[in-house]
């Protein structure tokens, strides 16, 4: 049986004030109870400059082989993607390696990838903007973007301490000449990988 629905203007504004009160108490107790992280906690800042697109195994290792990595070295991968670079350079050599990108998706690859290969005591993993990141303490720098923002960079780079060597898969970086340009088989072409070496010749 349906229940009459009630008018009287009293009871609408008891009711009416109530839920009022109810509604403010329970605002104020969720004002007070820490903040759980969102999405937007690890949301880029801004979206990525370039789509993701995984370095083949046969380049990660001639760019490492270019590089000349050795103990000591402090790699920094400047839009890691998954993670391969910086987690075969602490595999490989026991290095210090910092893998950077401003996806949030490709950071959980990257430090799922840490966690499997069990050198999380190696590798960090940051969520950050490559054009204002500090980087100045790495020895090594990896790189696979787009020649643009290559150049972009290239303040930052040619900041970098003498004897940092800088290693970029597919492209170059005008204006700075290569001190070497290596080769590699790729799916459907030849590959390059560029090296060089600060302070680097002018082009």
Not at 6 to 12: G, I, L, Q, T
Not at 51 to 78: C, N
Request: glycine content about 4%.
């Amino acid at each position: 049986m349906k229940h009459p629905v009630r008018s009287h203007p009293r009871w609408f504004t008891a009711v009416a004030l109530a839920s009022c009160l109810a509604s403010t108490a329970f605002a104020q107790s969720q004002d007070s109870k820490p903040a759980k992280p969102g999405p937007e906690a690890t949301a880029p800042s801004k979206k990525p400059d370039v789509i993701f697109v995984p370095t083949f195994p046969e380049a990660v290792e001639k760019m490492l082989e270019l590089a000349k990595v050795k103990p000591g070295d402090v790699l920094y991968d400047l839009g890691c993607g998954d993670g391969r670079i910086v987690v075969a350079a602490a595999k490989r050599f026991g290095i210090r390696a910092i893998g950077v990108d401003i996806d949030p998706e490709r950071v959980k690859e990257s430090l799922e990838n840490v966690k499997a290969n069990k050198v999380e005591h190696l590798v960090t993993i940051k969520q950050a903007d490559i054009f204002e990141l500090d980087f100045s303490e790495a020895s090594v720098v990896t790189m696979y973007l787009l020649p643009s923002l290559n150049v972009r960079l290239m303040p930052k780079l040619a900041a970098l301490k003498p004897g940092t060597r800088i290693v970029s898969h597919d492209f170059d970086m005008r204006g700075a000449k290569p001190l070497q340009v290596a080769q590699i088989e790729g799916d459907e072409r030849e590959v390059p990988i560029y090296l060089w070496i600060v302070p680097w010749e002018p082009e």
